[in-house]
């Protein structure tokens, strides 16, 4: 297969992608549903799918899901197109953690609902990577976040442990309906809700939680559906970022010198950085754990034999 130089690359990026690294901030409001979007094409074939659709919540289709499919399936259909398309990069990583973990294959429609696919993105209230996990849960899940690496925003370990975090409050719960709302609004909101309920059944228990948390469902549906028969509406993924598309991700436990790392690989810094989202300074101390790099596949063969090349004696 013929290697796309570097420099290509990071043309392909600036045209297939046109954000900066910077992080994407996302408000409130993109929760709530949109004014006047109850327009839907073939409304009784989407119903009829949803019905025979592999989903771990009840597959129900109601104003709320309606008006999220809405969005999808017509004004932010570019949008959904980017969205699909990033998901061609990140989805199988997400089935590799959930087969591990034996946790159902659709949970990994939830960073479409949570992020966009955007491991950059950061919320207004501080949540971000893939998952919208907040510093106090990262942490509490085993991720670094400090004024160096904020992990995150690190796919791999992001979603390492995000499908730990789902598969523990399945556990408390029981079910996947609760547990998906408390990993939205937190298993103490929760436990509040159903106190105030005097009910375990989310449907009794739904009026009591936040606003967000009670469309939270029907937006994972809309997802689910998306994903499942946007070839039924004339939906193409759009090309994903060929520089993510053609990189790949490895621990590593020494020290890491984005610089030093772009001088041995002649892959651009701001390549490198776009790659690693979570790193916050270009030079990462080493971890016992081992943290995760990201290059363009050509690249690690030479990042490998310049790190561990064993030493020459005279």
Same mark, same amino acid.
């Given at each position: 297969m013929r290697?796309?130089?570097?420099?290509?690359a990071a043309a392909w990026l600036a045209i297939l992608q046109a954000q900066a690294a910077e992080d994407l901030n996302f408000?409130? #409001?993109d929760y709530f549903l949109p004014v006047g979007a109850d327009y839907l094409p073939d409304e009784s074939d989407i119903e009829t799918r949803i019905?025979?659709?592999?989903?771990?919540?009840?597959a129900v289709f109601d104003a709320n899901v309606k008006a999220y499919l809405a969005r999808y399936l017509t004004y932010g259909i570019r949008d959904t197109e980017a969205i699909l398309g990033r998901g061609m990069i990140y989805l199988p990583m997400i089935e590799h953690y959930l087969d591990r973990n034996g946790l159902p294959r659709q949970l990994k429609y939830l960073p479409m609902v949570e992020s966009e696919m955007l491991p950059q993105a950061v919320s207004t209230k501080g949540a971000a990577g893939l998952w919208q996990l907040v510093p106090a849960t990262g942490r509490a899940l085993g991720l670094v976040v400090d004024g160096k690496l904020d992990e995150r925003k690190d796919p791999n370990r992001s979603t390492e442990a995000a499908v730990k975090y789902l598969k523990r409050l399945h556990k408390r719960f029981g079910n996947w309906e609760l547990a998906l709302v408390a990993y939205n609004c937190g298993? #103490?909101?929760?436990?509040?809700?159903?106190?105030?309920a005097g009910s375990q059944d989310y449907a009794s228990v739904k009026q009591y939680l936040p606003k967000e948390t009670q469309l939270y469902l029907a937006r994972y549906l809309a997802a689910t559906y998306l994903a499942t028969y946007f070839q039924y509406h004339d939906i193409a993924p759009a090309?994903?970022?060929?520089l993510l598309y053609n990189a790949m991700s490895a621990r590593v436990y020494e020290a890491i010198s984005v610089k030093k790392i772009s001088e041995i690989t002649g892959v651009d810094l701001s390549i490198l950085r776009r790659l690693?989202?979570?790193?916050?300074?270009?030079?990462?101390p080493a971890h016992q754990k081992g943290i995760f790099l990201t290059l363009p596949k050509e690249a690690w063969t030479l990042y490998l034999d310049a790190v561990h090349r064993p030493a020459v004696r005279p």
């Open positions: 290697r796309i130089p570097c420099t290509l408000a409130p #409001g019905q025979l659709m592999c989903s771990p919540v009840a298993p #103490g909101r929760l436990n509040r809700a159903m106190q105030q090309l994903p970022d060929l690693n989202p979570g790193y916050i300074c270009d030079n990462q």
